[in-house]
């Protein structure tokens, strides 16, 4: 089995936007993380990993993601699409 993903993440908050995030999303499968800057309009915009020959991430499987900036975080569950 193969498998790729792509990740978008955007601000959405009401305080100026966060020059850097950092994110950690975890799936069965495995963790994907980084710590990027955003655009000028709130984006990060990349991809995550991909793979040949690897578990991938089932079509119910729970994806928890957690997003830090400035201090503050928040922590939720992504649905795989």
């Known amino acids: 089995m193969s ?3 792509n990740i978008t993440i955007k601000y959405i908050g009401k305080d100026p936007i966060p020059k850097k995030i ?3 999303i975890e ?3 495995g963790k ?3 710590n990027e800057p955003l655009t000028e309009s ?3 915009s990349g991809s995550g990993h991909s793979c040949d020959g690897c578990s991938v991430v089932q079509e119910n499987e ?3 993601a957690i997003i830090t900036w400035d201090g503050k975080s ?3 569950k992504l649905k795989n699409k």
Do not use: K, Q, R
């Open 22 to 24: 950092s994110y950690s």
């Open 62 to 64: 729970d994806i928890n």
């Open 42 to 44: 709130g984006v990060l």
């Open 74 to 76: 928040e922590t939720f």
């Open 27 to 29: 799936t069965a499968s």
């Open 32 to 34: 994907s993380s980084g």
């Open 3 to 5: 498998e790729s993903t």
